[in-house]
């Protein structure tokens, strides 16, 4: 029985209310020409998905939750419940992210594999898409993987040539399930206890490598805005598009600072922008949650191997959270850059300790009934009541793409973008994505506290603009950004 590991059961247990977990990927084809309809998309798609047995499985839930959710082959798979192609509405961008909120409001139904891919074609009147382009969105349930998880999914599926079909999870009925649950009780409670005091050693060694000075503990309390307290219900979202060209322009004479750096110093300024511009001046900075790969990361055997300690299963949601330090205080951009530069190194360095990161992975020590009760209590704690808020006032996932290469029906992506969902004290998340060079990045929000999104939208293009000119006026001016540690590479 393939099982989830707690990370991933954490994602499918706290799906209540008007929290959706799910991961939306979204990209702009240029079609070429090709038709594009519902029967050509289904016979294109058909030998795609069976490649990974994801397409074709669902995830299932033990009775009383005595263990993880499994997957399951799908008795009753049909392509056709999960693919649905339509025109779009009306010229314009509009009326196709008003179609995209749509899918991003509604569930994935229960007992079905949990994807679902949504094609918006005949697009016209949009300045930086081709007439006739197509928009393609894959969502797919945050339990089956975390963004780049996602990411390799639509690879699989906008591949040039399909990929060799794998065979399926094998069969479990509810009743196995149960059983096999029974039996591992004792174990699972043995590995509990033990993975507790393991966790308590690790917690004693993070500590000292904090008190040396061999690791620095960031700042985990930031001052509440508006987007942190709790969410009304909804979502909107927009997707702005920056020159990627600029940023790798400055490359060769800045080596140091990633592209992940740059876009933050954006958000942060243009978060403060929008605040002050609805009188809010946030009392101290802000702090940003950027998620960070640990796809490829030794563990703490020395290991690329990520499975968790589960024990037959391996995760699909391999990140940690960075908590970095947005300086929005600092009032250089070349200060604030090189600042949120050594404050999201410190954090990397931070998880690169083999205490933290084994520390990162204690959940997977724990029984399925200790995860829905972390679940149950969390929805119950006090959000955005005080001063100050727990990690950060945003998230930032930027997730490599490698898209040039991605193909739907022949036709090139020219563009894609991700929509991160919203929650309680978590109102407005960014994602960031590119293709070519072209960077863009989506931000999702509440619609509640931003009802104005082309404000936000027109912020951050400023606060690009600032950043890049910041940095093309030190060079000119002959201050030399490479003793001051600045720079741009291609990497999260």
């Known amino acids: 029985m393939h099982r989830l590991t707690a990370t991933d059961a954490t994602h499918v247990l706290a799906e209540s209310g008007s929290h959706i977990s799910r991961i939306i990927d ?7 020409g090709a038709t594009v309809d519902r029967d050509t998309v289904l ?5 795609r998905i ?8 669902v995830i299932r839930r033990v009775p009383g ?8 082959p799908a008795t009753d798979f049909d392509l056709r419940d999960h693919v649905t192609v339509e025109p779009a509405r009306a010229p314009g961008w509009l009326a196709v992210r008003d179609r995209i909120v749509e899918t991003c409001t509604t569930r994935l139904p229960a007992g079905k594999p949990p994807w679902e891919l949504l094609v918006v074609t005949g697009i016209t009147g949009v300045d930086r898409f081709p007439d006739g382009a197509c928009v393609v969105v894959l969502k797919m349930h945050h339990g089956v993987g975390d963004g780049m998880a996602t990411v390799e999914f639509a690879r699989e599926l906008f591949a040039a040539q399909p990929l060799p079909a794998r065979d399926g999870y094998r069969p ?6 149960l059983t096999r649950a029974l039996v591992r009780i004792p174990g699972n409670l043995v590995r509990f206890a033990r993975g507790s005091v393991r966790a308590q050693v690790l917690g004693r060694a993070a500590a000292r490598a904090a008190a040396t000075g061999e ?7 930031w001052p509440t805005t508006r987007f942190n307290r709790r969410h009304g219900g909804g979502i909107s979202f927009d997707v702005v598009t920056l020159d990627l060209a600029e940023i790798r322009s400055l490359r060769s004479r800045h080596p140091g600072v990633a592209v992940t750096d740059v876009v933050v110093a954006v958000i942060g300024d243009a978060m403060v922008s929008y605040l002050r511009e609805h009188g809010e001046i946030p009392n101290g900075s802000l702090g940003g949650k950027v998620s960070y790969s640990m796809r490829g990361s030794l563990d703490s055997a020395g290991t690329t191997d990520t499975a968790a300690h589960a024990g037959d299963a391996t995760s699909g949601n391999n990140f940690v959270v960075l908590t970095v330090d947005l300086n929005t205080d600092t009032e250089d951009p070349v200060a604030r850059l090189r600042a949120i530069h050594e404050s999201m190194a410190a954090e990397k360095r931070r998880f690169s300790n083999p205490a933290v990161a084994e520390l990162a992975e204690a959940l997977d020590y724990a029984p399925a009934v200790y995860v829905d009760w972390l679940v149950w209590r969390r929805s119950r704690l006090p959000i955005g009541e005080g001063e100050t808020v727990a990690l950060g006032n945003t998230m930032v996932s930027n997730v490599p793409r490698k898209a040039d290469d991605m193909r739907f029906l022949g036709g090139r992506a020219i563009e894609s973008f991700g929509i991160l969902g919203v929650a309680d004290g978590t109102r407005l998340n960014h994602f960031v994505a590119s293709v070519g060079d072209r960077l863009t990045i989506t931000f999702a929000v509440d619609p509640d506290v931003m009802p104005d999104p082309e404000r936000y939208a027109e912020a951050l293009r400023r606060a690009f603009e600032t950043v890049v000119d910041a940095h093309r006026a030190r060079v000119e001016g002959g201050v030399g950004a490479t003793e001051e540690g600045l720079g741009v590479v291609e990497e999260a």
Request: hydrophobic share 35%; charged share 20%.
């Open 50 to 57: 069976e490649h990974s047995p994801v397409f074709r499985s």
């Open 26 to 32: 979204g990209y702009v084809f240029d079609p070429a």
């Open 215 to 221: 690791i620095r503990t960031p700042q985990f309390r």
């Open 65 to 72: 939750d005595l263990e993880y959710p499994y997957w399951a």
């Open 43 to 47: 016979e294109w798609l058909t030998p």
């Open 172 to 177: 479990v009925g509810t009743a196995g399930a």
